[in-house]
């Protein structure tokens, strides 16, 4: 069995891979540079001779790594069985056309813990009206200002994966109450409610903090439009940590030109990255970040670990852990 | 019984406050102006001819209230034997003046929701480096970086009070491991452990968030001084939320040039406000907020229940909550 892989998630994480591959396998690593290798041997491999049955995904290939090669050969190969990725996310037409050729694709669900870090500043930061003190701090001027405590606010957090319900116990333990939007709820959610899509418009008035944090489907596309955004609360937040494909952004900022609601945290865009010309940039009620949410310094030992563990059952036939469907696409 | 008080506190909590007064009470209050009235009478009442017996110090005094004009009142008054503060801290010499002349004194401890919220705010805005998304976006640069998440970090709390408990709770959620340091545990801190203060020395070298939480005392004025500093960890962040007196201001302007700790959010400053050339307002490593952590839209109704809850116990004979005696002020 040859897995394809990175030399340096390989490095980082070997002790953990070797452990739950099967004594026959084979590395096929890509070097930073784009070169390819059988791990172990100096020697260059052509990728035209490369047979990958596994294929990990992991993020340092989109920090500079040799993506265009990876995912050159991932598409090419006839021999790919199984693509784990380290993303939550699957929107990307890749993995459609992966899945159309009959190559089994798992996500990971790793990004819970940083993403649910980011939202909870995010919310804070908003409450406490932080830039307020920046501003007043960069003056010299000590000027004081009443903030709203965290424990006096309501929540709709749309989306209840991983990341939505780390979110919700967060926010639960500043004694926020929370309601949790889910279409198919399992009923063990930390959330104090739980909502159905249909039944966001009518909580919306009531909420203040309003998170996406649902993936990007055919279902779940512009969701935020004109028409949701008329019945948010005044001074409330929407934070978009899920893609930008959920919001209408000439809506949005219409929205906020209007006041309601009162601050959009944007962490993905329709467009990434976003061109110097966005007006989002430059709204003064838009809050900005370069879809960073997920990049908390453990994701990198949770990806291996998902690896690793779908690894183990992959080789003994076992169902694999997070896998996605074109149903789930179509979602 | 005459009980002195704003006229603002009486109006915002009457129904609250006249459930706890003896039939017999009446209500001494201090118009936005200055001018002392009976409650119910528009005519002016000169202080020398008013003898309360009890007095609650709310917080819209200190926002351009009459407080020259109560505390001139309380410090004359020899009929008074209680005095209810809204603070948690007793450093100020009022409070040793009214305990040295028989003047029954309470704290109120309103603040830990809000003072949580804003540690924890100040902490992830660390750990995130948000800084440097805010500068990147005033500039229209999409440029990510990675971050340190909350549930690899450690927290070394000083000071376990409520305020100390609810940071306490607050980063546990987010998966924190947090020590806090109590003189005298009393077993059910909700922490991962407790130490003693001269433990603390010891414990700095793996904490990644120090949080002062402890009131300024004659044993702790002065406790972050060079030695304490060169014991903190590299890219720790110190959160000060407690008295600006606990810190040695200079020593700690030294050790951020160092780099140990890599910041200090400062909500309180040995001068307040904080003078306009004091070096603290541009050191790159300080993040400076006017003594605002407290200043959460929950404390006025807080402070009136704690209030009511006293007066209760006061008109029966029955033990005050939260009662300083001398010995606390040496402590």
Request: glycine share 12%.
């Given at each position: 069995m040859d897995l394809l892989l990175t030399s340096r998630a390989l490095d980082d994480h070997r002790d953990l891979l070797e452990a739950a591959a099967p004594p026959a396998a084979r590395w096929l690593v890509f070097d930073a540079d784009g070169t390819l290798r059988i791990d172990g041997s100096a020697d260059v491999l052509d990728p035209r001779d490369a047979a990958p049955e596994v294929a990990w995904l992991t993020?340092?290939?989109?920090?500079?790594?040799?993506m265009r090669q990876f995912f050159g050969l991932v598409t090419r190969a006839a021999s790919l069985r199984w693509f784990q990725s380290s993303a939550a996310g699957f929107d990307a037409p890749v993995f459609g056309q992966m899945l159309r050729r009959g190559v089994r694709l798992t996500s990971s669900h790793i990004s819970g813990p940083p993403i649910a870090d980011f939202v909870l500043r995010a919310a804070l930061d908003h409450l406490q009206d932080a830039d307020a003190w920046r501003a007043a701090a960069a003056e010299r001027r000590w000027e004081r200002h009443d903030f709203v405590e965290m424990g006096s606010t309501r929540w709709l957090v749309i989306g209840l994966g991983t990341i939505g319900r780390e979110i919700a116990v967060r926010a639960r333990a500043f004694g926020a109450h929370v309601v949790g939007v889910r279409r198919s709820p399992e009923g063990h959610e930390p959330v104090d409610a739980i909502a159905r899509p249909d039944e966001v418009l009518g909580l919306l008035p009531e909420s203040d903090v309003v998170v996406l944090a649902t993936p990007a489907t055919a279902g779940t596309t512009g969701m935020v439009d004109a028409e949701l955004l008329r019945h948010m609360r005044a001074g409330s937040v929407l934070v978009n940590i899920g893609r930008g494909a959920l919001v209408d952004e000439a809506a949005l900022l219409s929205a906020l030109d209007e006041g309601r609601p009162a601050r959009a945290v944007l962490d993905v865009t329709a467009t990434e990255p976003l061109p110097a010309d966005d007006p989002l940039w430059t709204h003064p009620r838009v809050v900005l970040t370069p879809h960073s949410s997920a990049l908390g310094d453990g994701r990198f030992r949770r990806a291996a670990e998902t690896f690793a563990q779908n690894l183990e059952r992959y080789v003994v036939g076992g169902p694999l852990l997070h896998e996605v469907t074109l149903d789930d696409l179509d979602g």
């Open positions: 993020s340092d290939l989109f920090d500079d790594g040799p």
